[in-house]
């Protein structure tokens, strides 16, 4: 990292996994160039997960290659007359694969509702049940994982 003064601890890093809105999904294409999608994740221990549709360019992109990388931003915000930008971030970079158990995806679909829908949740289970069948569930496991931050009061 070329701004040693913003690197920031792993802990850090995956409370900035934790609290982005989105992330920026990397995964490479056929022929070697990068694809990158945003996503809506959540994180148990040391595994990402998002969910998709069955099929489509990023799950081709991850069967063919299961490197990723996720890029991370929380709490950012312009300022305009220092010509900067505060943010916390975190870089990911993982193997991905698809979830197969039923069970487990269904489980991993109730903490992404509990993350990103906590108001609907008496809803969330039968939502579930009724597009378990149609959707993937992918699993990063994170190789490594580093954080960075310009803190601004």
Known sequence: MRRKDREQSREFALK?????????????????????VPMTIVRENDSIYFHAAKEGKKLENIRRNPAVSLA??????????????????????????????????ARILYLLCVRHSPSAL?????????????????????????GKANIRD
């Open 16 to 36: 900035a996994v934790d609290e982005c809105e989105y992330v920026a999904l990397a995964t490479i294409n056929e022929d070697g160039s990068p694809y990158c």
């Open 72 to 105: 991370c931003v929380s709490k950012n915000r312009t300022i305009e007359k220092e010509f900067t930008v505060a943010y916390e971030s975190a870089i990911v970079e993982g193997t991905a694969a698809e979830v197969v158990s039923p069970d487990e995806k």
């Open 122 to 146: 008496e809803n969330a289970k039968a939502a579930i049940e009724k597009e378990l069948a149609n959707l993937s569930v992918i699993e990063i496991k994170i190789k490594s994982i580093s």
